[in-house]
């Protein structure tokens, strides 16, 4: 069923000073279920679930149907296998995972996953952390990734490190900020990766909770087919309980030259990261922004983190100002189990038909070890589609 939404003005807003820019606060457009995205991700064998899900385009055009193939990252990843409905003994969960999908359509025969393997052929985490930083007892969840059409055609993948603690709410905290480098045209495991250390964390401090760089990248640059490009790469990074959204940006050739990157204080770009200003805020930790045709920017979210919608702020540049939340889909699952959740909403573009984005969201569960073995298949992203008028 097509849900039709119209949002006007919220009067604590600012209206915009370029009258060639369309409003912040307003949105025509109509939500549908991706229904044939959602099957790709119902399977019974191998991989039957996992969290995450950003995609790359190995072309690194990241436009609506553009590209012949996608790489598609996944965080804690589940492995087994389901008959008639019922969950077979020997499933397991490994920190993160990946997928090739080769064309542009949701076709089961056309995606296949990758993961490692241990020395009892058992699935195991393709990604392990062994930066100098790294701790013994340390994992990786994914972040965002692109590739880097200068100069190498390298893809780069933030990775958060992670570490399991007993005195948080989940059961962990994020302890570290990582870049994967997996070189140009390379394929699962990546024997050749190279991972580095970023100064893109922030810790904790007595006024506001951790913060990390990764959260989503807009590349916008010409070779990435943006329509407004100024040749920098906008990193989105999420910060403390409020899910505060703040943005860095550098040249592509400086990817990796953390000293060149620059963090938008609310005036201009500056060198120190502990001024980035927020944004946005009541975000989640994953998110995406995203050109559209009339020159705003989407900005993609799961509203408060972990609430029930999927919500967007139109923006007028990478950086903002963003406008009021739009929620455009309150999601089914919550209503349908008491003990699920969703969470990190973000837009696909190039995966999009024209005129739409292709929208996911994460499902999961408070009781999760309880819940997963009478519906196995709740752990898997959802998708729907934005159609805008």
């Not at 038909?353 to 569960?365: K, Q």
């Amino acid at each position: 069923m097509l849900t039709f939404l119209t949002l006007f003005c919220c009067s604590w807003c600012s209206p915009m000073t370029n009258d060639s820019i369309p409003s912040l606060n307003q949105l025509n457009y109509t939500v549908e279920r991706a229904l044939d995205w959602d099957s790709l991700f119902i399977r019974n064998s191998g991989w039957f679930g996992g969290d995450g899900i950003f995609t790359i385009p190995f072309n690194g055009v990241d436009t609506p149907h553009e590209g012949d193939s996608t790489l598609i990252v996944f965080s804690d990843t589940m492995a087994g296998d389901i008959r008639d409905g019922q969950l077979q003994p020997g499933f397991s969960m490994i920190h993160n995972s990946v997928a090739v999908l080769k064309g542009k359509e949701p076709l089961k025969e056309n995606i296949h996953f990758y993961w490692n393997t241990d020395n009892h052929h058992a699935p195991a985490t393709l990604f392990e952390p062994r930066t100098p930083a790294a701790g013994k007892a340390d994992y990786y969840w994914l972040g965002d990734g692109f590739v880097n059409t200068a100069p190498h055609h390298n893809i780069y993948i933030f990775a958060y490190r992670i570490r399991n603690v007993s005195d948080k709410d989940f059961g962990f905290e994020e302890v570290g900020n990582a870049l994967l480098v997996l070189p140009a045209h390379s394929r699962p495991p990546y024997t050749a990766q190279r991972q580095l250390d970023t100064p893109f964390f922030l810790a904790a401090d007595s006024t506001t909770g951790s913060g990390s760089f990764g959260a989503g990248i807009f590349v916008n640059t010409k070779a990435a087919g943006a329509p407004h490009p100024d040749g920098y790469v906008y990193v989105y990074g999420v910060k403390g309980t409020q899910k505060a959204v703040m943005v860095a940006r550098v040249l592509p050739a400086d990817f990796e030259n953390f000293g060149r990157w620059r963090f938008w204080d609310g005036q201009q770009w500056v060198p120190n990261i502990r001024h980035a200003a927020t944004i946005a805020n009541r975000a989640s930790n994953e998110l995406s922004v995203t050109p559209l045709k009339d020159g705003r920017y989407a900005l993609i979210f799961q509203v408060d983190g972990i609430g029930t919608a999927v919500g967007l702020r139109l923006g007028a540049s990478p950086a903002g100002p963003f406008g009021p939340v739009i929620k455009i889909w309150e999601c089914p699952e919550v209503k349908e189990n008491k003990h699920f959740f969703v969470y990190n909403a973000k837009a696909h573009p190039h995966l999009s038909r024209p005129g739409e984005l292709l929208i996911s969201y994460n499902v999961n569960s408070f009781d999760f070890l309880h819940e997963l073995p009478a519906s196995p298949h709740l752990y898997r992203p959802r998708f729907i589609r934005l159609i805008l008028h």
